[in-house]
């Protein structure tokens, strides 16, 4: 495959708008057109894993945190930023970061992070808003189950846990077709009337525009008469941090234990013990002190 192919499948499922504004995931540098040979994948783009990169021929990648968060006055070999450039330039190696856009999804980092741990029942901690639309068309009664299969296979009408999810309503359409029309139904300065079904979707921002198409592709009018309307309601799947439940309360310093061996770490830092059982947790990889409070 291209490296593009495989940056397109990562931003199909985490995509870039979900980002922070600080943020600067994405290509880092390199051609995306090229041939994907060898893929590695790190926390960080190190010298060290520049090396490693050339030592087994990849020459793509792929990290948790960007190397180029601002801009570079100068491409030298003074700083360590400066040199990594020059050694993948060098090799012919491309970097792709994949940063707060993964942090920020149920399935992401603080997904992964939660399953680790056992947690269930896990919800966003912080849901974003205006990641989604309503998308409203109107359609013949005849032809509304055609329509509405081919708008949710191409991502409409998902909410939460449940699919094909819409709301409709039958009234009465009117139009007019001039002498350049080609109408599926009427004819030229002929006012027609018929009962059609209005149909609305939440609809996720990433597929807004397919799911548009593919409601023109299986819509039977020349015109799809349609509404996109963005929607302030929060995002349950897209958001800063998990919140979610043990199966059974554990005491505070078997957790302790337990999530020290479960991540391999040599040490964990903790606050005073309260003498209470734990049983909801909140997770945050990153720093996470915004959420403190």
């Known amino acids: 495959m291209k490296l ?21 995931s994405g290509w880092q540098l390199g051609d995306p057109q090229r041939q994907l040979t060898g ?27 960007p190397i180029l968060f601002k801009g570079l006055k100068r491409l030298g070999v003074a700083s360590e930023i400066e040199r990594i450039i020059h050694r993948c330039i060098k090799h012919d190696i ?15 980092v603080n997904g992964k992070i939660a399953e680790k741990i056992g947690l269930g029942q896990c919800k966003i901690l912080a849901p ?33 846990n449940y699919y094909n999810c819409r709301f409709s309503v039958e009234g009465k359409g009117t139009f007019t077709p001039n002498e350049l029309a ?27 525009h397919a799911v548009l198409d593919a409601a023109k592709n299986a819509h039977p009018y020349e015109e799809v008469a349609h509404e996109i309307i963005m929607l302030h309601n929060t995002n349950q799947e897209i958001g800063s941090g998990i919140i979610g439940q043990l199966n059974a309360p554990m005491d505070e310093l078997a957790f302790l234990k337990q999530l020290k061996e479960t991540f391999q770490c040599g040490g964990i830092r903790h606050t005073a013990l309260l003498g209470k059982p734990i049983q909801t947790v909140a997770v945050c990889g990153g720093a ?5 409070g």
């Open 39 to 65: 893929l590695l994948v790190a926390l960080d783009c190190t010298e060290a894993i520049v090396e490693e990169a050339i030592q087994k021929q990849c020459n793509l990648i792929i990290t948790h945190h």
């Open 128 to 160: 974003k808003e205006n990641t989604l639309f309503k998308l409203s068309f109107y359609t013949p009664v005849d032809d509304q189950a055609k329509v509405h299969q081919a708008v949710c296979d191409a991502g409409a009408g998902m909410i939460g």
């Open 182 to 208: 080609n109408p599926t139904l009427g004819q030229a300065h002929v006012p027609t009337e018929l009962t059609e079904v209005k149909m609305e979707y939440v609809v996720s921002r990433e597929k807004v």
């Open 4 to 24: 593009q192919d495989l940056s397109a499948f990562l931003e199909g499922k985490f995509p870039s708008y979900l980002q922070e504004n600080y943020d600067n």
């Open 94 to 108: 491309a970097v792709y970061a994949i940063h707060t856009n993964l942090d920020n999804h149920i399935q992401g």
């Open 288 to 292: 996470g002190s915004f959420f403190i």
